[in-house]
């Protein structure tokens, strides 16, 4: 049969039949329109959430922590932390970290552990210092970066700034205030008041139950993210204050320089997508 042939008998049985040939064609049509439709609302959906998960790094951000568990945390997860038992971070496991491919930054990170509380000039808050040691901060909601890799400077949470009752246009009303810092008890890193090289048990004893005060300035406050609860101050002045200062059978005051002894408490890379 030729295709004419075809035409006429499809003609033919559309006109023995009118209304059901009327029917399918009206369900074909609707089929397409709802196959369409379904179509256009699945893309618009996908570049909806692309585009909103594009606006944040989280998803491009990896943290490398040492391999030592050392217990459970209530989420479920293992807790990691550095210690002498672990594979250490150290200098080198961040050049290897760095030169992944897509990888674009990473940076270290050390818990400051020994800084227990903080407060903010002008505000009678006392928080607990979540504090951690880097090389650099990006991302502000206000001010910049640290001057330099020991400054007593520090970079605060957008968390701590919404508990002061700051927002994103009032946030840099926060550059350039003190913070004071409490430390632990007995705390021997830097600005600790040591008790002398002989010192009596009740000396060393009034030492071990008090705490140091340090201060630092606010140069920035980081903009809302997965990590805006931590107070970020430079690295070389948190291995200072994580050195431990002790001093020696001969009476010479010596100092344990921790971030060296157990390395890095985790990497921060990002990928570049």
């Known amino acids: 049969m030729r295709a004419l042939d075809y035409a006429r008998l499809a003609g033919?049985?559309?006109?023995?039949?009118?209304?059901?040939?009327?029917?399918?064609?009206?369900?074909?049509?609707?089929?397409?329109v709802i196959l369409v439709t379904l179509l256009a609302i699945s893309f618009g959906a996908r570049q909806s959430i692309v585009s909103g998960l594009g606006l944040s790094s989280s998803l491009n951000t990896i943290v490398v922590t040492p391999n030592q568990s050392i217990n459970t945390s209530?989420?479920?997860?293992?807790?990691?932390?550095?210690?002498?038992?672990?594979?250490?971070?150290?200098a080198t496991a961040l050049e290897h970290v760095t030169a992944i491919p897509?990888?674009?930054?990473?940076?270290?990170?050390?818990?400051?552990?020994?800084?227990?509380?903080?407060t903010i000039e002008g505000h009678e808050t006392s928080f607990v210092a979540q504090t951690q040691?880097?090389?650099?901060?990006?991302?502000?909601?206000?001010?910049?970066?640290f001057s330099a890799a020991d400054a007593h400077e520090i970079v605060l949470g957008w968390s701590y700034a919404k508990q002061l009752?700051?927002?994103?246009?009032?946030?840099s009303q926060l550059i350039g205030r003190s913070v004071t810092f409490t430390t632990q008890n007995g705390y021997r890193g830097d600005g600790a008041n040591l008790p002398a090289a002989r010192?009596?048990?009740?000396?060393?004893?009034?030492?071990?139950?008090?705490?140091?005060?340090?201060?630092?300035?606010?140069?920035?406050?980081?903009?809302?993210?997965?990590?805006?609860?931590?107070?970020?101050?430079?690295?070389?002045?948190?291995?200072?204050?994580?050195?431990i200062n002790a001093y020696n059978s001969?009476?010479?005051?010596?100092?344990?320089?921790?971030?060296?002894?157990l390395g890095y408490s985790a990497i921060v890379a990002e990928a570049d997508t």
């Open 74 to 90: 209530f989420a479920g997860g293992s807790v990691q932390i550095a210690n002498e038992s672990a594979n250490k971070i150290d």
């Open 250 to 261: 001969q009476g010479i005051l010596e100092g344990t320089d921790q971030i060296e002894k």
């Open 165 to 171: 009752g700051y927002t994103e246009t009032t946030a």
């Open 102 to 118: 897509h990888v674009v930054s990473a940076k270290p990170l050390v818990s400051v552990w020994e800084l227990k509380q903080a």
């Open 12 to 32: 033919k049985d559309i006109r023995r039949q009118p209304v059901r040939s009327l029917l399918t064609v009206v369900a074909l049509a609707i089929s397409t």
């Open 199 to 243: 010192s009596s048990k009740a000396q060393l004893e009034a030492f071990a139950a008090q705490s140091t005060t340090l201060t630092a300035t606010i140069v920035g406050v980081s903009e809302k993210g997965v990590q805006d609860n931590q107070i970020l101050l430079p690295i070389e002045w948190a291995r200072k204050i994580k050195t």
């Open 133 to 145: 040691g880097t090389t650099s901060a990006s991302k502000f909601a206000a001010g910049t970066s």
